[in-house]
T-cell receptor, first 115, second 115 residues
Framework: AQSVTQLDSHVSVSEGTPVLLRCNYS??????LFWYVQHPNKGLQLLLK??????LVKGINGFEAEFKKSETSFHLTKPSAHMSDAAEYFC?????????????FGQGTTLQVKP | GAGVSQSPRYKVAKRGQDVALRCDPI?????LFWYQQALGQGPEFLTY????????KSGLPSDRFFAERPEGSVSTLKIQRTQQEDSAVYLC?????????????FGPGTRLTVT
């Protein structure tokens, strides 16, 4: 069975400094991995996705993530945090069984950006 | 274009009442998913429709939960005899097709509070 573990429940950075949100995955198959962002009182928005093409994936708003099979990791990074990046971030794997595409979410990481 | 919409946005129910939550997916989207997000947690899969067929209901927590999508577009999630543990945000998502490559677009959710 697939699963994801987000290693930090809360990350705090200063505006203009780098962001690193950590995620490890477990999968018997070649996984499809995603990062979603959830702003307060707004719907989940896809930041980026990995589907077995390039291991370095670029997403919206300057975010990127690198798929590392040897480390079973899919960490999310951004070179310079902006105040508007403060939100909840979810690392997600797509379940392989049944080919429905149902998503399995991590517990989430709250990103705080200090001025 | 219009995204996924859900109604009501907020619902307060007394324990034992029945509730119905509505989801309007993006027009033309074949796949529809329901997820439950408890406070401070990541969303968890409830059920999946491909057009009008409910192909996966493995995540429904009890037989009090029932979902339908009779004409392959609008979907309703019904919870009978609500309990306090049903309090959560219920998210609906739709995608163009089944399978992993397709992005799921999420609605804003319905926040259900059972008193």
């Amino acid at each position: 069975a697939q699963s994801v573990t987000q290693l930090d429940s809360h990350v705090s950075v200063s505006e203009g400094t780098p962001v690193l949100l950590r995620c490890n995955y477990s999968s018997s198959y070649s996984p499809s991995l995603f990062w979603y962002v959830q702003h307060p009182n707004k719907g989940l928005q896809l930041l980026l996705k990995y589907t077995s093409a390039a291991t370095l994936v670029k997403g919206i708003n300057g975010f990127e993530a690198e798929f590392k099979k040897s480390e079973t990791s899919f960490h999310l990074t951004k070179p310079s945090a902006h105040m508007s990046d403060a939100a909840e971030y979810f690392c997600v794997v797509s379940a392989a069984s049944g080919n429905t595409g149902k998503l399995i979410f991590g517990q989430g990481t709250t990103l705080q950006v200090k001025p | 274009g219009a995204g996924v919409s859900q109604s009501p946005r907020y619902k307060v129910a007394k324990r034992g009442q029945d509730v119905a939550l509505r989801c309007d997916p993006i027009s033309g989207h074949v796949s529809l998913f329901w997820y439950q997000q408890a406070l401070g947690q990541g969303p968890e899969f409830l059920t999946y429709f491909q057009n009008e067929a409910q192909l996966d209901k493995s995540g429904l927590p009890s037989d009090r939960f029932f979902a339908e999508r009779p004409e392959g577009s609008v979907s309703t999630l019904k919870i009978q005899r609500t309990q306090q543990e049903d309090s959560a945000v219920y998210l609906c998502a739709s995608s163009l097709g089944p399978g992993r490559p397709y992005e799921q677009y999420f609605g804003p959710g319905t926040r259900l509070t059972v008193t």
